[in-house]
Protein backbone atom coordinates (compact mmCIF):
# COMPACT_ATOMS: atom_id res chain seq x y z
CA UNK A 1 0.00 0.00 0.00
CA UNK A 2 2.65 2.43 0.86
CA UNK A 3 4.43 1.12 -2.56
CA UNK A 4 1.23 2.61 -4.08
CA UNK A 5 1.21 5.89 -2.75
CA UNK A 6 4.76 6.40 -3.79
CA UNK A 7 4.25 4.80 -7.43
CA UNK A 8 0.89 7.51 -7.53
CA UNK A 9 2.99 10.50 -6.50
CA UNK A 10 5.75 9.69 -9.26
CA UNK A 11 2.85 9.97 -11.32
CA UNK A 12 1.86 12.87 -9.80
CA UNK A 13 5.29 14.36 -10.59
CA UNK A 14 5.67 13.23 -14.23
CA UNK A 15 2.72 15.07 -14.33
CA UNK A 16 3.18 18.37 -12.78
CA UNK A 17 6.91 18.65 -14.95
CA UNK A 18 5.01 17.61 -18.07
CA UNK A 19 2.27 20.80 -17.31
CA UNK A 20 4.76 22.85 -16.59
CA UNK A 21 6.73 22.51 -19.37
CA UNK A 22 3.50 22.89 -21.53
CA UNK A 23 2.14 26.33 -19.74
CA UNK A 24 5.60 27.75 -20.07
CA UNK A 25 5.70 27.12 -23.95
CA UNK A 26 1.76 26.99 -25.37
CA UNK A 27 0.07 28.97 -22.65
CA UNK A 28 3.24 31.43 -21.87
CA UNK A 29 2.49 31.29 -18.64
CA UNK A 30 4.76 29.63 -16.57
CA UNK A 31 3.84 27.74 -13.00
CA UNK A 32 6.23 28.96 -10.53
CA UNK A 33 4.94 26.66 -7.78
CA UNK A 34 5.43 23.77 -9.85
CA UNK A 35 9.32 22.43 -9.50
CA UNK A 36 9.34 23.27 -5.52
CA UNK A 37 5.91 21.04 -5.40
CA UNK A 38 7.50 18.40 -7.31
CA UNK A 39 10.49 17.95 -5.94
CA UNK A 40 9.16 18.06 -2.05
CA UNK A 41 6.74 15.36 -3.58
CA UNK A 42 10.09 13.59 -4.76
CA UNK A 43 11.48 13.57 -0.77
CA UNK A 44 8.07 11.82 0.24
CA UNK A 45 8.89 8.72 -2.65
CA UNK A 46 12.38 8.40 -1.72
CA UNK A 47 11.51 7.93 1.90
CA UNK A 48 8.23 6.26 1.33
CA UNK A 49 9.82 3.75 -1.27
CA UNK A 50 12.45 3.72 1.33
CA UNK A 51 10.19 1.32 3.76
CA UNK A 52 8.79 -0.82 1.26
CA UNK A 53 12.85 -1.76 0.05
CA UNK A 54 13.54 -2.34 3.45
CA UNK A 55 10.52 -4.34 4.16
CA UNK A 56 11.40 -6.59 0.99
CA UNK A 57 15.41 -6.66 1.62
CA UNK A 58 16.50 -4.79 -1.20
CA UNK A 59 18.76 -2.23 0.47
CA UNK A 60 21.98 -2.66 -1.26
CA UNK A 61 24.45 -4.64 0.94
CA UNK A 62 27.87 -5.75 0.80
CA UNK A 63 26.92 -9.82 2.02
CA UNK A 64 30.48 -11.50 0.78
CA UNK A 65 31.21 -12.05 4.20
CA UNK A 66 27.98 -12.75 6.19
CA UNK A 67 27.14 -15.21 3.45
CA UNK A 68 29.58 -17.81 4.37
CA UNK A 69 29.05 -17.57 8.07
CA UNK A 70 27.36 -21.03 8.98
CA UNK A 71 23.72 -20.51 9.63
CA UNK A 72 24.05 -19.98 13.70
CA UNK A 73 26.59 -17.19 13.54
CA UNK A 74 24.91 -15.45 11.28
CA UNK A 75 21.33 -14.77 12.65
CA UNK A 76 23.84 -13.73 15.42
CA UNK A 77 25.35 -11.22 13.22
CA UNK A 78 21.81 -10.29 11.66
CA UNK A 79 20.51 -9.46 15.14
CA UNK A 80 23.12 -7.08 15.71
CA UNK A 81 22.58 -5.26 12.62
CA UNK A 82 19.00 -5.17 13.30
CA UNK A 83 20.02 -3.51 16.74
CA UNK A 84 22.71 -1.40 15.24
CA UNK A 85 19.95 -0.23 12.66
CA UNK A 86 17.50 0.51 15.64
CA UNK A 87 19.88 2.78 17.31
CA UNK A 88 20.27 4.77 13.96
CA UNK A 89 16.27 4.85 13.16
CA UNK A 90 15.32 6.33 17.05
CA UNK A 91 18.02 9.51 16.88
CA UNK A 92 16.40 10.12 13.09
CA UNK A 93 12.86 9.44 14.50
CA UNK A 94 13.51 11.81 17.91
CA UNK A 95 15.38 14.72 16.13
CA UNK A 96 13.08 14.58 12.53
CA UNK A 97 10.09 14.94 14.77
CA UNK A 98 12.36 17.60 16.61
CA UNK A 99 12.90 20.05 12.92
CA UNK A 100 10.09 19.16 11.90
CA UNK A 101 7.57 20.71 15.12
CA UNK A 102 10.68 23.30 15.42
CA UNK A 103 9.83 25.08 11.69
CA UNK A 104 6.84 24.95 11.99
CA UNK A 105 6.65 28.53 12.09
CA UNK A 106 9.16 28.98 9.39
CA UNK A 107 8.13 30.13 5.30
CA UNK A 108 10.31 28.37 2.84
CA UNK A 109 10.57 28.24 -0.95
CA UNK A 110 8.28 29.50 -3.45
CA UNK A 111 4.88 27.57 -2.03
CA UNK A 112 6.10 29.22 1.12
CA UNK A 113 4.83 26.88 3.43
CA UNK A 114 6.95 25.38 6.37
CA UNK A 115 9.57 23.09 5.88
CA UNK A 116 8.21 20.93 8.43
CA UNK A 117 6.02 19.53 5.07
CA UNK A 118 9.21 17.11 4.24
CA UNK A 119 11.10 16.80 7.56
CA UNK A 120 7.88 15.29 9.26
CA UNK A 121 9.02 12.48 6.24
CA UNK A 122 11.97 11.33 8.23
CA UNK A 123 9.94 10.44 11.66
CA UNK A 124 7.07 9.14 9.74
CA UNK A 125 9.49 6.92 7.05
CA UNK A 126 11.76 6.10 10.31
CA UNK A 127 9.20 4.97 12.34
CA UNK A 128 7.86 2.55 9.93
CA UNK A 129 11.03 1.03 9.24
CA UNK A 130 11.19 0.63 12.75
CA UNK A 131 8.24 -1.30 13.09
CA UNK A 132 9.30 -3.93 9.66
CA UNK A 133 12.78 -3.81 12.42
CA UNK A 134 10.91 -5.28 14.87
CA UNK A 135 9.52 -7.50 13.38
CA UNK A 136 12.31 -8.56 11.49
CA UNK A 137 14.06 -8.92 14.88
CA UNK A 138 11.13 -11.12 16.20
CA UNK A 139 11.70 -13.60 13.56
CA UNK A 140 15.44 -13.83 13.71
CA UNK A 141 15.15 -13.71 17.33
CA UNK A 142 12.79 -16.90 16.93
CA UNK A 143 14.90 -18.70 14.78
CA UNK A 144 18.22 -18.41 17.02
CA UNK A 145 16.26 -20.00 20.25
CA UNK A 146 14.17 -22.51 18.17
CA UNK A 147 16.19 -24.09 15.76
CA UNK A 148 13.26 -25.69 14.34
CA UNK A 149 12.23 -22.21 13.11
CA UNK A 150 15.51 -21.23 11.53
CA UNK A 151 14.77 -22.82 7.86
CA UNK A 152 11.82 -20.06 7.21
CA UNK A 153 13.33 -16.84 9.23
CA UNK A 154 15.56 -15.44 6.10
CA UNK B 1 42.38 14.56 13.87
CA UNK B 2 43.71 11.12 12.88
CA UNK B 3 41.74 10.03 15.52
CA UNK B 4 38.25 10.68 14.23
CA UNK B 5 39.79 9.61 10.65
CA UNK B 6 40.23 6.27 12.49
CA UNK B 7 36.99 6.01 14.25
CA UNK B 8 35.22 6.79 10.97
CA UNK B 9 37.11 3.72 8.99
CA UNK B 10 36.53 1.04 12.02
CA UNK B 11 32.84 1.67 12.21
CA UNK B 12 32.20 1.89 7.89
CA UNK B 13 33.92 -1.22 7.40
CA UNK B 14 33.13 -2.72 10.29
CA UNK B 15 29.47 -2.14 9.32
CA UNK B 16 29.59 -2.88 5.81
CA UNK B 17 30.98 -5.99 6.50
CA UNK B 18 28.78 -6.82 9.03
CA UNK B 19 25.87 -6.87 5.90
CA UNK B 20 24.22 -3.58 7.43
CA UNK B 21 22.17 -2.08 4.52
CA UNK B 22 25.11 0.54 2.93
CA UNK B 23 22.60 3.65 3.33
CA UNK B 24 22.65 2.72 6.69
CA UNK B 25 26.10 2.33 7.60
CA UNK B 26 26.81 6.03 6.24
CA UNK B 27 24.04 7.46 8.84
CA UNK B 28 25.34 5.00 11.43
CA UNK B 29 29.10 6.44 10.98
CA UNK B 30 28.22 10.02 10.28
CA UNK B 31 26.18 9.15 13.99
CA UNK B 32 29.41 7.75 15.59
CA UNK B 33 31.55 10.14 14.39
CA UNK B 34 29.30 12.96 15.57
CA UNK B 35 29.65 11.50 18.83
CA UNK B 36 32.96 11.11 18.95
CA UNK B 37 33.28 14.81 17.89
CA UNK B 38 30.58 15.90 20.30
CA UNK B 39 29.85 18.79 19.91
CA UNK B 40 27.71 18.58 16.69
CA UNK B 41 23.69 18.60 17.21
CA UNK B 42 22.37 15.67 16.32
CA UNK B 43 19.31 17.68 14.60
CA UNK B 44 22.06 17.40 11.82
CA UNK B 45 21.28 14.12 10.73
CA UNK B 46 17.71 14.10 9.58
CA UNK B 47 18.11 17.89 8.18
CA UNK B 48 21.21 16.69 5.98
CA UNK B 49 18.98 13.39 4.93
CA UNK B 50 16.21 15.23 4.22
CA UNK B 51 17.50 18.18 2.45
CA UNK B 52 19.85 15.39 0.48
CA UNK B 53 16.62 14.04 -1.58
CA UNK B 54 15.36 17.41 -1.87
CA UNK B 55 16.89 17.80 -5.26
CA UNK B 56 15.14 19.19 -8.55
CA UNK B 57 17.85 17.78 -10.86
CA UNK B 58 17.82 14.52 -9.45
CA UNK B 59 14.03 14.14 -10.35
CA UNK B 60 15.44 12.72 -13.41
CA UNK B 61 16.11 9.36 -11.97
CA UNK B 62 13.27 8.28 -10.97
CA UNK B 63 11.68 9.31 -14.66
CA UNK B 64 14.34 7.92 -16.23
CA UNK B 65 13.48 4.53 -14.58
CA UNK B 66 9.90 4.61 -15.14
CA UNK B 67 10.84 5.58 -18.96
CA UNK B 68 12.62 2.28 -19.27
CA UNK B 69 10.06 0.51 -17.49
CA UNK B 70 7.35 1.66 -19.72
CA UNK B 71 9.80 1.05 -22.91
CA UNK B 72 10.73 -2.37 -22.03
CA UNK B 73 6.63 -3.11 -21.00
CA UNK B 74 4.97 -1.29 -23.49
CA UNK B 75 6.69 -2.78 -26.73
CA UNK B 76 8.78 0.32 -27.77
CA UNK B 77 11.91 -1.95 -26.96
CA UNK B 78 10.70 -5.11 -29.46
CA UNK B 79 10.42 -2.50 -31.97
CA UNK B 80 13.87 -0.86 -31.81
CA UNK B 81 15.22 -4.32 -31.75
CA UNK B 82 13.51 -5.77 -35.02
CA UNK B 83 14.55 -2.47 -36.64
CA UNK B 84 17.91 -2.90 -35.45
CA UNK B 85 17.61 -7.15 -36.91
CA UNK B 86 16.47 -6.12 -40.21
CA UNK B 87 19.22 -3.64 -40.21
CA UNK B 88 22.09 -5.97 -39.48
CA UNK B 89 20.46 -9.27 -40.74
CA UNK B 90 22.39 -9.32 -44.06
CA UNK B 91 25.67 -9.92 -42.27
CA UNK B 92 27.62 -12.78 -40.79
CA UNK B 93 26.44 -12.83 -36.84
CA UNK B 94 23.41 -10.29 -37.92
CA UNK B 95 21.62 -11.13 -34.19
CA UNK B 96 24.89 -10.62 -32.33
CA UNK B 97 25.36 -7.02 -34.26
CA UNK B 98 21.71 -6.10 -33.69
CA UNK B 99 21.85 -6.64 -30.38
CA UNK B 100 24.58 -3.74 -29.66
CA UNK B 101 22.57 -1.80 -32.25
CA UNK B 102 19.26 -1.93 -30.56
CA UNK B 103 21.18 -1.36 -27.03
CA UNK B 104 22.87 1.59 -28.42
CA UNK B 105 19.09 2.90 -29.92
CA UNK B 106 18.12 2.35 -26.53
CA UNK B 107 20.57 3.90 -24.84
CA UNK B 108 19.45 7.49 -26.28
CA UNK B 109 16.66 7.25 -24.22
CA UNK B 110 17.38 4.90 -21.41
CA UNK B 111 19.85 6.10 -18.80
CA UNK B 112 20.69 2.56 -17.31
CA UNK B 113 22.38 -0.14 -17.58
CA UNK B 114 20.04 -2.04 -16.19
CA UNK B 115 17.20 -1.39 -18.14
CA UNK B 116 19.01 -2.34 -21.26
CA UNK B 117 20.26 -5.62 -20.35
CA UNK B 118 16.38 -6.12 -18.98
CA UNK B 119 15.14 -4.77 -22.27
CA UNK B 120 17.28 -5.95 -25.04
CA UNK B 121 17.94 -9.41 -23.38
CA UNK B 122 14.87 -10.46 -23.30
CA UNK B 123 13.87 -10.47 -26.27
CA UNK B 124 17.32 -11.26 -28.49
CA UNK B 125 18.85 -13.65 -25.95
CA UNK B 126 16.06 -16.43 -26.87
CA UNK B 127 16.12 -15.07 -30.38
CA UNK B 128 19.90 -15.51 -30.24
CA UNK B 129 19.54 -18.97 -28.74
CA UNK B 130 17.15 -20.20 -30.87
CA UNK B 131 19.26 -19.43 -34.24
CA UNK B 132 22.15 -21.18 -32.52
CA UNK B 133 24.45 -19.08 -30.83
CA UNK B 134 25.93 -20.00 -27.67
CA UNK B 135 23.57 -18.93 -24.77
CA UNK B 136 27.08 -17.77 -22.77
CA UNK B 137 27.96 -15.86 -25.94
CA UNK B 138 24.45 -13.88 -25.97
CA UNK B 139 24.41 -13.46 -21.97
CA UNK B 140 27.91 -11.99 -22.09
CA UNK B 141 27.64 -9.59 -25.03
CA UNK B 142 24.57 -8.43 -24.19
CA UNK B 143 25.42 -7.54 -20.97
CA UNK B 144 28.35 -5.89 -22.29
CA UNK B 145 26.69 -3.73 -24.89
CA UNK B 146 24.02 -2.59 -22.14
CA UNK B 147 26.58 -0.75 -20.62
CA UNK B 148 26.44 2.08 -23.53
CA UNK B 149 22.93 2.67 -22.00
CA UNK B 150 24.64 4.92 -19.39
CA UNK B 151 27.41 6.27 -21.69
CA UNK B 152 25.29 7.55 -24.57
CA UNK B 153 23.28 10.35 -23.43
CA UNK B 154 21.37 10.49 -21.25
CA UNK B 155 22.64 8.80 -18.23
CA UNK B 156 21.79 8.04 -14.69
CA UNK B 157 25.01 8.03 -12.76
CA UNK B 158 26.26 10.96 -15.38
CA UNK B 159 23.29 13.19 -13.56
CA UNK B 160 24.81 12.03 -10.27
CA UNK B 161 28.21 12.85 -11.26
CA UNK B 162 27.79 16.53 -12.57
CA UNK B 163 25.48 16.91 -8.90
CA UNK B 164 28.11 15.83 -6.41
CA UNK B 165 31.01 17.39 -8.55
CA UNK B 166 29.37 20.68 -9.57
CA UNK B 167 29.76 20.06 -13.55
CA UNK B 168 26.88 21.19 -15.70
CA UNK B 169 24.90 17.79 -16.93
CA UNK B 170 24.16 18.46 -20.19
CA UNK B 171 28.02 18.58 -20.29
CA UNK B 172 28.34 15.34 -18.48
CA UNK B 173 26.21 13.68 -20.82
CA UNK B 174 28.05 15.23 -24.02
CA UNK B 175 31.12 13.56 -22.22
CA UNK B 176 30.19 9.98 -22.78
CA UNK B 177 28.52 9.68 -25.78
CA UNK B 178 31.74 9.42 -27.76
CA UNK B 179 33.61 7.09 -25.38
CA UNK B 180 29.40 5.16 -25.44
CA UNK B 181 29.87 5.11 -29.56
CA UNK B 182 33.63 3.76 -29.28
CA UNK B 183 32.21 1.03 -26.67
CA UNK B 184 29.60 0.02 -28.97
CA UNK B 185 31.54 -0.19 -32.21
CA UNK B 186 34.68 -1.95 -30.75
CA UNK B 187 31.76 -4.59 -29.38
CA UNK B 188 30.11 -5.15 -32.77
CA UNK B 189 33.82 -5.86 -34.07
CA UNK B 190 34.70 -8.41 -31.64
CA UNK B 191 31.23 -9.50 -32.13
CA UNK B 192 31.83 -9.81 -35.69
CA UNK B 193 35.02 -11.98 -35.41
CA UNK B 194 33.78 -14.62 -32.96
CA UNK B 195 30.56 -14.69 -35.75
CA UNK B 196 32.78 -15.28 -38.54
CA UNK B 197 35.09 -18.05 -36.60
CA UNK B 198 32.19 -19.76 -34.76
CA UNK B 199 30.08 -19.55 -38.03
CA UNK B 200 26.99 -18.23 -36.60
CA UNK B 201 24.27 -17.46 -38.58
CA UNK B 202 22.73 -14.69 -40.75
CA UNK B 203 19.91 -13.37 -39.95
CA UNK B 204 18.66 -13.40 -43.36
CA UNK B 205 18.82 -10.77 -45.50
CA UNK B 206 16.19 -8.00 -46.54
CA UNK B 207 15.47 -5.72 -48.98
CA UNK B 208 15.40 -2.10 -48.76
CA UNK B 209 11.74 -1.81 -48.82
CA UNK B 210 11.54 -4.08 -45.67
CA UNK B 211 14.03 -2.36 -44.37
CA UNK B 212 12.08 0.57 -44.65
CA UNK B 213 8.96 -0.98 -44.09
CA UNK B 214 10.15 -1.93 -40.42
CA UNK B 215 11.85 1.52 -40.04
CA UNK B 216 8.38 3.30 -40.69
CA UNK B 217 7.23 0.78 -37.85
CA UNK B 218 9.39 2.15 -35.27
CA UNK B 219 9.58 4.94 -36.51
CA UNK B 220 7.43 6.61 -33.44
CA UNK B 221 10.26 4.56 -31.19
CA UNK B 222 13.30 5.72 -32.93
CA UNK B 223 12.68 9.52 -32.70
CA UNK B 224 12.84 9.28 -28.80
CA UNK B 225 16.07 10.04 -28.58
CA UNK B 226 16.31 12.56 -30.88
CA UNK B 227 13.28 14.71 -28.64
CA UNK B 228 14.48 13.39 -25.74
CA UNK B 229 18.39 14.78 -26.46
CA UNK B 230 17.58 17.59 -28.95
CA UNK B 231 15.25 18.79 -26.07
CA UNK B 232 18.25 18.91 -23.40
CA UNK B 233 20.92 20.50 -26.15
CA UNK B 234 18.95 23.32 -27.63
CA UNK B 235 18.05 24.18 -24.40
CA UNK B 236 14.11 23.44 -24.53
CA UNK B 237 14.01 22.01 -21.02
CA UNK B 238 16.07 20.85 -18.73
CA UNK B 239 17.24 17.75 -18.12
CA UNK B 240 15.12 16.60 -15.33
CA UNK B 241 11.95 17.48 -17.96
CA UNK B 242 13.31 15.98 -20.68
CA UNK B 243 12.96 12.91 -18.48
CA UNK B 244 9.30 13.72 -17.88
CA UNK B 245 8.54 14.16 -21.66
CA UNK B 246 10.13 10.82 -22.23
CA UNK B 247 7.79 9.10 -19.67
CA UNK B 248 4.55 10.95 -20.98
CA UNK B 249 5.54 10.02 -24.57
CA UNK B 250 6.44 6.28 -24.01
CA UNK B 251 3.29 6.15 -21.91
CA UNK B 252 1.30 7.61 -24.91
CA UNK B 253 2.69 5.54 -27.33
CA UNK B 254 2.31 1.75 -25.69
CA UNK B 255 -0.88 2.99 -24.30
CA UNK B 256 -2.59 4.46 -27.25
CA UNK B 257 -0.84 3.31 -30.50
CA UNK B 258 0.88 0.33 -29.69
CA UNK B 259 -2.08 -0.93 -27.20
CA UNK B 260 0.17 -3.27 -25.16
CA UNK B 261 -0.25 -1.49 -21.83
CA UNK B 262 -3.42 -1.55 -20.19
CA UNK B 263 -4.23 0.96 -17.70
CA UNK B 264 -4.00 -1.60 -15.05
CA UNK B 265 -1.05 -2.62 -15.64
CA UNK B 266 0.60 0.90 -15.12
CA UNK B 267 0.12 0.96 -11.39
CA UNK B 268 2.05 -2.09 -11.02
CA UNK B 269 4.93 -0.21 -13.34
CA UNK B 270 4.63 2.68 -11.39
CA UNK B 271 5.14 1.37 -7.43
CA UNK B 272 8.31 -0.82 -9.20
CA UNK B 273 9.91 2.21 -10.44
CA UNK B 274 9.15 4.00 -7.05
CA UNK B 275 10.90 0.96 -5.33
CA UNK B 276 13.98 0.81 -7.28
CA UNK B 277 14.04 4.98 -7.21
CA UNK B 278 14.06 5.17 -3.27
CA UNK B 279 16.62 2.24 -3.33
CA UNK B 280 19.04 4.64 -5.33
CA UNK B 281 17.74 7.65 -3.56
CA UNK B 282 17.83 6.91 -0.18
CA UNK B 283 21.71 6.34 -0.46
CA UNK B 284 22.26 9.76 -2.58
CA UNK B 285 20.23 11.32 0.45
CA UNK B 286 22.13 9.71 3.09
CA UNK B 287 25.41 10.62 1.23
CA UNK B 288 24.90 13.99 1.85
CA UNK B 289 25.10 13.64 5.69
CA UNK B 290 27.52 11.40 5.01
CA UNK B 291 29.41 13.52 2.50
CA UNK B 292 28.66 16.78 5.09
CA UNK B 293 30.54 14.77 7.78
CA UNK B 294 33.41 13.79 6.15
CA UNK B 295 33.91 17.38 5.55
CA UNK B 296 34.03 18.47 9.14
CA UNK B 297 36.82 15.69 9.87
CA UNK B 298 38.74 17.17 6.99
CA UNK B 299 39.10 13.75 5.57
CA UNK B 300 39.49 15.19 1.71
CA UNK B 301 42.36 17.38 2.67
CA UNK B 302 44.13 14.29 3.93
CA UNK B 303 43.57 12.56 1.15
CA UNK B 304 44.83 15.16 -1.08
CA UNK B 305 48.00 15.56 1.01
CA UNK B 306 48.55 12.10 0.40
CA UNK B 307 48.34 12.12 -3.36
CA UNK B 308 50.40 15.07 -3.67
CA UNK B 309 53.21 13.35 -1.49
CA UNK B 310 53.50 10.42 -4.28
CA UNK B 311 54.86 13.11 -6.78
CA UNK B 312 52.70 11.77 -9.56
CA UNK B 313 51.78 13.83 -13.32
CA UNK B 314 47.87 13.64 -13.63
CA UNK B 315 47.82 10.84 -16.08
CA UNK B 316 50.03 8.38 -13.73
CA UNK B 317 47.32 8.93 -11.12
CA UNK B 318 44.66 9.01 -13.07
CA UNK B 319 45.83 5.23 -14.36
CA UNK B 320 46.17 4.34 -10.66
CA UNK B 321 42.65 5.88 -9.93
CA UNK B 322 41.73 2.94 -12.65
CA UNK B 323 42.91 0.27 -10.99
CA UNK B 324 41.62 1.12 -7.90
CA UNK B 325 38.15 1.92 -9.50
CA UNK B 326 37.78 -1.49 -11.39
CA UNK B 327 39.01 -3.46 -8.02
CA UNK B 328 36.13 -1.28 -6.27
CA UNK B 329 33.66 -1.61 -9.01
CA UNK B 330 33.80 -5.40 -8.91
CA UNK B 331 33.01 -4.56 -5.10
CA UNK B 332 30.23 -2.55 -5.22
CA UNK B 333 27.34 -0.53 -6.98
CA UNK B 334 28.41 2.72 -9.01
CA UNK B 335 25.86 4.91 -7.53
CA UNK B 336 27.37 4.27 -4.17
CA UNK B 337 30.89 3.80 -4.73
CA UNK B 338 30.74 7.90 -6.58
CA UNK B 339 28.84 9.10 -3.69
CA UNK B 340 31.24 8.12 -1.54
CA UNK B 341 34.54 8.19 -3.66
CA UNK B 342 34.11 11.73 -5.53
CA UNK B 343 33.97 14.00 -2.40
CA UNK B 344 37.23 12.80 -1.89
CA UNK B 345 38.84 12.67 -5.33
CA UNK B 346 37.47 15.88 -6.32
CA UNK B 347 40.12 18.41 -4.57
CA UNK B 348 42.86 16.34 -5.41
CA UNK B 349 42.47 16.03 -8.67
CA UNK B 350 41.52 19.42 -9.65
CA UNK B 351 44.98 20.42 -7.94
CA UNK B 352 46.58 17.81 -10.32
CA UNK B 353 45.30 19.62 -13.10
CA UNK B 354 42.83 17.07 -14.32
CA UNK B 355 39.38 18.37 -15.98
CA UNK B 356 36.36 17.79 -13.79
CA UNK B 357 34.42 16.56 -17.01
CA UNK B 358 37.25 14.15 -18.26
CA UNK B 359 37.83 12.66 -14.20
CA UNK B 360 33.53 12.09 -14.72
CA UNK B 361 33.60 10.21 -17.76
CA UNK B 362 36.94 8.03 -16.54
CA UNK B 363 35.32 7.41 -12.97
CA UNK B 364 31.40 6.73 -14.49
CA UNK B 365 33.20 4.70 -17.91
CA UNK B 366 35.62 2.64 -14.81
CA UNK B 367 32.64 2.44 -12.54
CA UNK B 368 30.11 1.23 -15.49
CA UNK B 369 32.68 -1.82 -16.14
CA UNK B 370 31.92 -3.30 -12.79
CA UNK B 371 28.63 -4.31 -14.08
CA UNK B 372 30.64 -6.96 -16.23
CA UNK B 373 32.62 -8.19 -13.29
CA UNK B 374 31.53 -11.09 -10.43
CA UNK B 375 30.39 -11.07 -7.86
CA UNK B 376 28.57 -7.90 -8.09
CA UNK B 377 28.39 -7.88 -11.77
CA UNK B 378 24.65 -6.50 -11.76
CA UNK B 379 24.31 -6.71 -15.55
CA UNK B 380 26.00 -10.29 -15.85
CA UNK B 381 23.20 -11.70 -13.40
CA UNK B 382 20.20 -9.67 -15.59
CA UNK B 383 21.61 -11.26 -18.19
CA UNK B 384 22.50 -14.72 -17.30
CA UNK B 385 19.10 -15.14 -16.00
CA UNK B 386 17.48 -14.90 -19.24
CA UNK B 387 20.04 -17.20 -20.94
CA UNK B 388 19.56 -19.88 -18.10
CA UNK B 389 23.60 -19.52 -17.49
CA UNK B 390 25.56 -19.57 -14.65
CA UNK B 391 27.01 -16.64 -13.38
CA UNK B 392 30.34 -18.37 -14.26
CA UNK B 393 29.73 -18.51 -17.57
CA UNK B 394 28.32 -15.63 -18.14
CA UNK B 395 31.17 -14.18 -16.51
CA UNK B 396 34.11 -15.68 -19.08
CA UNK B 397 31.96 -15.43 -21.87
CA UNK B 398 31.60 -11.19 -21.09
CA UNK B 399 35.47 -11.07 -20.73
CA UNK B 400 36.73 -10.24 -23.83
CA UNK B 401 34.08 -7.77 -24.30
CA UNK B 402 35.26 -6.28 -21.06
CA UNK B 403 38.76 -5.83 -22.60
CA UNK B 404 37.31 -4.22 -25.25
CA UNK B 405 35.56 -1.55 -22.45
CA UNK B 406 39.06 -1.72 -20.55
CA UNK B 407 40.58 -0.74 -24.06
CA UNK B 408 38.20 2.13 -24.35
CA UNK B 409 39.11 3.10 -20.93
CA UNK B 410 42.74 3.64 -21.34
CA UNK B 411 42.23 5.34 -24.73
CA UNK B 412 40.03 8.07 -22.96
CA UNK B 413 42.29 8.35 -20.18
CA UNK B 414 44.99 8.73 -22.33
CA UNK B 415 43.25 11.32 -24.24
CA UNK B 416 41.29 13.51 -22.73
CA UNK B 417 39.71 15.03 -25.99
CA UNK B 418 37.98 12.01 -26.21
CA UNK B 419 35.78 12.76 -23.85
CA UNK B 420 35.91 16.90 -23.08
CA UNK B 421 36.17 18.10 -26.53
CA UNK B 422 32.46 17.40 -27.41
CA UNK B 423 31.02 19.19 -24.46
CA UNK B 424 33.81 22.38 -24.98
CA UNK B 425 32.67 22.40 -28.67
CA UNK B 426 29.12 22.38 -28.52
CA UNK B 427 28.41 23.91 -25.02
CA UNK B 428 31.49 26.34 -24.99
Known amino acids: ?66 RRLPSRSRLVVECLVDVLVGVFLVVFIYYGQKIAVRALNQVYGSLELPPSVIYSAAPISGAIVFLFLLDNLRHHLGALVSPKARGDAR | MTGVVTILALSF ?52 ILAGNLMNTGGITKRIVIFANVLMGRLRGGLALA ?111 QIWREFLRASLALIMPGIILGGIFSGIFTVTESAAVAVVYSLMLSVFIYKEIHLGDILPILKQSAIDTAVVMFIIAVAALFGWMMAITRLPQLVTQWMFSLHLGALAMLMILNVFLLIVGCFMEAISAMIILIPLLLVPCQALGIDRIHLGAVIVFNLMLGLLTPPVGLCLYITGRIADVSLEEVSKAAFPFLLVGIGVLILITIFPALTVWLPRAWLG
Open chain 1, 1 to 66: MVACLAGIIIFGMVALMFTSVIMRYMVNSPLTWSDQLSTWMFVWTTYLGMTVAYRQGIHIRVDILT
Open chain 2, 13 to 64: FGLLLLGMPLAFVLGLTSLVVFLFQGNIPLDIIPQRMILGSESFALMAVPFF
Open chain 2, 99 to 209: DVAASMIFAGVSGSAVADATGVGSVLIPAMKKEGYHADFAAGLTAAASVCGPLIPPSIPMVVYGIIAEVSIGAMFLAGAIPGFMLGFGLMGLAYYYSVKRDYPRYGTSSLR
